[in-house]
């Protein structure tokens, strides 16, 4: 068993309930390898935002859970080093799908875990998300749970539809589970492909997708029902076109990719929702400067001179996100 705390880490209690008050929205970033943890932690360090650092199922099978973690230990004293003298830095499981992988999580030093039963029947997730509180908040680390099912593909969570979270859920499912935070569907979506051409509407002038506004009605009616408690918003990617076009001129094939337009999230940040999923954006980031480097010195074979400019084009889509969409800058 080991602790969080010893490695410099801290839970999301204390950064939820600042940014509740203060009407801002903290960064959840996923990783898998080196080159996007530094680029995290250099734009959150740059920004002095408290940042949650989450890891997929997709992210422990592909890189493994016990290296992740001692990535996140590293990037505490790596913050330090870059001058941010008491970093606020949650390692978080996204999408735990079992109590065991939650306990694992808890077991061996992260401060968050994700417990995501939303696609069992009510009573089950209850009682699932219940077990995986009681068992994480002995150590202090806090638990977020899902109402509603979001639409899109994430790592290994997918669904056809959504369905959106039931406003009169909310108190009965908090009350009765103890979880922290709370995340709920409200139209975003995993993936860059988060709508279809026949869901959205297309500029007449760029041809570009639009894609529909989220529920602020339903996020409205479970504020009231949960004043102050902390909402999540999953799949909440932008999907920057600038990317998308940098992908296809460079030879890549991503049409009508489309992501959640940026001053739905400002507004969303501004309310309940106070942590905000972010993963394909830094994706898009990295593969567009990527193939950049590919197309235009189709010689280069050192892996650091394509790796390190996808790593400074992640930074600047962190450090955009922190200071243009959440706010987080300067509150850590
Ligand atoms: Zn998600």
Redesign the pocket.
């Known amino acids: 068993m080991i602790s969080y705390k010893e490695l410099g880490l801290v839970n999301t209690r204390e950064m939820f309930a600042k940014a509740v008050s203060g009407g801002y929205a903290i960064p959840a970033f996923n990783f898998n390898n080196l080159e996007q943890l530094q680029a995290i932690i250099q734009a959150a360090a740059a920004q002095k935002s408290p940042v949650i650092l989450q890891v997929s199922k997709g992210a422990r099978n592909y890189a493994n859970q016990t290296l992740l973690r001692y990535m996140a230990e590293g990037a505490v004293e790596y913050a330090k080093e870059l001058g941010w003298e008491k970093p606020q830095i949650a390692l978080h499981l996204?999408?735990g799908d079992s109590f065991e992988v939650c306990k694992s999580c808890v077991d061996m030093g992260f401060s968050s875990v994700m417990i995501d039963a939303s696609h069992l029947p009510y009573e089950e997730n209850v009682a699932l998300t219940k077990k995986v509180v009681e068992y994480a908040h002995q150590f202090d680390v806090t638990v977020e749970a899902e109402l509603g099912v979001?639409a899109g593909v994430?790592d290994e969570?997918s669904s056809e539809v959504s369905h959106y979270t039931r406003p009169e859920e909310v108190i009965d499912f908090t009350t009765k589970t103890g979880c922290d935070s709370l995340?709920i569907s409200i139209g975003t979506s995993?993936g860059a492909y988060k709508f279809t051409a026949e869901q959205c509407t297309r500029d007449p002038k760029t041809g570009l997708l639009v894609p529909p506004p989220l529920a602020f009605d339903i996020l409205k009616e479970i504020e009231n029902k949960l004043p102050g408690f902390p909402i999540v918003l999953?799949?909440s990617s932008s999907v920057p076109q600038e990317y998308v076009e940098m992908i296809n001129t460079y030879g890549g094939k991503m049409p009508d990719a489309v992501g959640i337009p940026e001053e739905q999230l400002r507004k969303a940040a501004a309310s309940a929702v106070c942590k905000i999923?972010i993963d394909s954006d830094s994706r898009l980031a990295m593969t567009a400067a990527v193939r950049k480097v590919f197309a235009e010195k189709p010689g280069e074979f050192d892996p650091r001179k394509y790796l390190g400019p996808a790593r400074d084009e992640m930074k600047k889509v962190y450090e955009h996100k922190i200071c243009n969409v959440l706010g987080s800058n300067g509150k850590a």
């Open positions: 996204d999408h979001l994430e969570v995340a995993h999953h799949g999923n």
